[in-house]
């Protein structure tokens, strides 16, 4: 069964670096997603792309954050200078272009980021 | 106004009975409403979602029950098993142009006990 995967599966990093959050989406969908869930509380939408572009994002989506699909399969999330309130399981989704009654995004396992 | 609101935050059963989750949306533009399942690691899957143009879905062991008017909706589980243990989210999302983003509820931790 495709899936989506992530890596790595926890990232460690100081306060102020930069971080590459990457993601291999499953291969004929055409929609991407990162979300992200601090520890205990609920999952949050951060940004959707779609056919090479950003198509919306949310307001923690701030400069700091980029998105990139580099090449036919991986999706990248880049955290320019972390902060520590950055810290949070990010989840990376995706989903099929046609939203028939059938829709679904499909999560990966996640990457957990720990700022310190 | 985006928010989607989930109640209860944590819930304990006893193998054979019935869960209950309920969910409260404010957003009248939502129409598609999937509940998601996360076990302790991993990534939310798709359990099972409904369109508002029915009243109720059953997949298996589970149901959602859907009423517009009121701008609920609830995921039951029937014979709860201890399998079932993980936490549940309801989401929601809209079928606007470009907006396909899930909003989801806080979780409901269920915990089938033998």
């Known amino acids: 069964e495709p899936e989506v995967t992530q890596t790595p599966s926890h990232q460690v990093t100081q306060m102020g670096q930069e971080v590459i959050l990457r993601c291999v989406p499953i291969?004929?969908?055409?929609?991407f997603y990162w979300y992200r869930q601090i520890l205990g509380q609920k999952v949050e939408f951060l940004v959707s792309?779609?056919?090479?572009?950003?198509?919306?994002k949310s307001e923690i989506f701030d400069d700091q954050f980029s998105v990139e699909r580099p090449d036919g399969s991986n999706f990248t999330l880049k955290i320019r200078s972390t902060k520590l309130e950055d810290s949070a399981m990010y989840f990376c989704?995706?989903?099929?272009?046609?939203?028939?009654?059938?829709?679904?995004?499909?999560f990966g396992p996640g990457t957990r980021l720990t700022v310190l | 106004q985006q928010q989607v609101k989930q109640s209860p935050q944590s819930l304990i059963v006893q193998k054979g009975g019935i869960s209950i989750i309920n969910c409260a949306y404010e957003n009248t533009a939502f129409d598609y409403f999937p509940w998601y399942q996360q076990f302790p690691g991993k990534g939310p899957a798709l359990l099972i979602a409904i369109r508002p143009d029915v009243s109720e879905k059953k997949e298996g062991r589970f149901t959602i029950s859907f009423n517009k008017s009121a701008k609920q909706f609830s995921l039951h589980i029937m014979d709860s098993q201890p399998g079932d243990s993980a936490t549940y989210f309801c989401?929601?999302?809209?079928?606007?142009?470009?907006?396909?983003?899930?909003?989801f509820g806080k979780g409901t931790k269920l915990s089938v006990i033998p």
């Open positions: 792309f779609y056919n090479n572009e950003i198509s919306e």
């Open positions: 989401a929601a999302s809209t079928s606007g142009a470009g907006s396909y983003q899930l909003t």
């Open positions: 989704a995706s989903e099929q272009k046609d939203r028939g009654p059938t829709d679904e995004q499909f």
């Open positions: 291969s004929n969908h055409l929609y």
